[in-house]
């Protein structure tokens, strides 16, 4: 008989609201149980005293949370599981962003955008021509509509200029007329001139990045003429928001604005923003990269991962990642396997971006840079560039250290590809990940029972 031992993969969680009690969730079953303090004692100790009955065995087993595979042998299964996933995933799912221009009317010291598009020396927008050969680009990157997100992200640049205000048009007719709704990335000030667009089947949401309140946001998000943009965002906002679609203030935090979010979302509470049932507001890190001048470095000062992570808690700021709220919460009330997520984003598999030149990048961040070009398009068709498009499109979790041997890793994704393998910085991701899913797992319990 094989020698039984608690599985590399059961993750014990303490249950805050009820202080004997831990949830189990394995790492590649999903299992997730309610148990007793004395019943992990033994799960804990099985390889040295056997004290379960056979049926609590045998449910132990088939949950995951005991097994008789070796560590090495859990390390192979859980590669597996990931590369089947993984394959699956881009097969099945294809998302597409558009880079509408390079072009942008802000000077936002944090930009990751390279200097000579962000400053707008070169006017790089999409022309209606390049529009109808991306729309058919979609199609030949995947022939079945099915297997196509319906819905395309706009981005820039600054995607909502006014100057591009016909060509934007003509994105959105063309792509309602094939299916599609649009999400834009944008900074808000010229949005004004697209409330044609704004509804539910076309632009649908909006992102929007305000840094905090009117006096720190107008240091940060800088117009090339004006120097307020709070105000007019904020009305803008406002004209948006009646015409029944998503908005989400974004605020970028460094440790210079980390304590304004609060006054930001009290600002909106009593200016009644929140009345609207699609206007959200949440508080992302800014990263810091290798090409900030050393200009704009002054003007920032970064923050590690979990310190950023352990300030928003101490304020009261939910930090967790909803989408993985939800995915926990769904399958403890509908008793149900916790889904597995194999990659940290859709660059890893059936994500693309298409730029206004005829490029085509795997994620938002590299957009310019040509070492990231994992593709070409133009009216002949595709030219791939098999180096660049294996190298996101075949990394995961199983190749990835400590990822490989990490009992979270089908819950994380590893994190960034770009951030992991390009800048080589994983920024204390792994504790912090620990941390948030002991919480989110509380959260949903609490929430339930």
């Not at 394959?87 to 802000?106: A, M, P, R």
């Not at 908005?247 to 006054?263: Q, S």
């Not at 310019?368 to 098999?386: A, L």
């Not at 990940?433 to 319990?445: D, G, H, R, S």
């Amino acid at each position: 008989m094989k020698t039984l031992r608690t599985s590399s993969y059961t993750i014990p969680v303490k249950l805050e609201k009820d202080k004997d009690k831990y949830m189990l969730i394995h790492g590649y079953t999903g299992a997730a149980d309610v148990i007793t303090a004395n019943l992990f004692d033994k799960i804990k100790n099985i390889s040295k005293t056997n004290n379960l009955s056979n049926n609590t065995l045998n449910l132990l087993l088939s949950r995951g949370y005991i097994t008789t595979k070796t560590e090495e042998e859990e390390y192979a299964y859980v590669a597996r599981i990931a590369k089947a996933l993984h394959k699956g995933s881009d097969i099945l799912n294809s998302y597409f962003t558009w880079v509408i221009s390079y072009n942008c009317n802000f000077r936002c010291p944090y930009c990751f955008e390279e200097r000579d598009k962000k400053d707008g020396k070169n006017k790089l927008s999409f022309s209606k021509k390049q529009v109808d050969i991306a729309y058919n680009t979609q199609e030949m990157i995947q022939p079945h509509k099915e297997l196509r997100c319906n819905v395309i992200t706009l981005y820039g640049g600054e995607p909502l200029l006014a100057e591009n205000k016909e060509v934007v048009n003509y994105i959105v007719e063309e792509g309602c007329k094939r299916g599609y709704q649009f999400i834009a990335i944008t900074n808000g000030y010229e949005i004004n001139h697209f409330l044609n667009l704004l509804s539910p089947d076309k632009i649908k949401k909006l992102q929007i990045t305000i840094d905090g309140p009117k006096e720190m946001h107008n240091q940060r998000r800088i117009h090339y003429k004006d120097n307020n943009t709070f105000d007019r965002i904020i009305e803008n906002i406002k004209l948006a928001l009646e015409k029944d679609i998503e908005i989400v203030v974004r605020m970028n935090t460094d440790l210079y604005n980390l304590g304004k979010f609060i006054e930001l979302k009290d600002y909106f509470k009593e200016n009644q923003f929140f009345n609207y049932p699609n206007f959200k507001i949440y508080s992302a890190r800014l990263r810091e990269y290798d090409y900030f001048t050393e200009t704009e470095r002054k003007g920032l000062k970064f923050i590690p991962l979990q310190k950023f992570t352990t300030k928003q808690i101490n304020q009261g700021i939910d930090p967790l990642d909803n989408n993985k709220y939800y995915k926990i919460y769904n399958a403890l009330k509908n008793k149900r396997s916790i889904p597995f997520n194999p990659i940290g984003c859709t660059a890893q598999s059936g994500g693309y971006v298409l730029d206004p030149i005829g490029n085509i990048y795997p994620c938002w961040e590299v957009i310019g840079k040509k070492e990231f070009v994992e593709g070409t398009y133009s009216s002949k068709g595709i030219i791939w560039n098999d180096n660049v498009l294996n190298r996101w499109h075949n990394s995961d979790i199983a190749q990835r250290k400590p990822c490989n041997h990490c009992k979270y890793a089908l819950f994380c994704g590893g994190g960034c590809p770009y951030h992991y393998f390009i800048m080589n910085k994983r920024e204390n991701q792994c504790s912090t990940f620990k941390e948030l899913f002991n919480q989110t797992v509380n959260k949903a319990y609490a929430e339930l029972y």
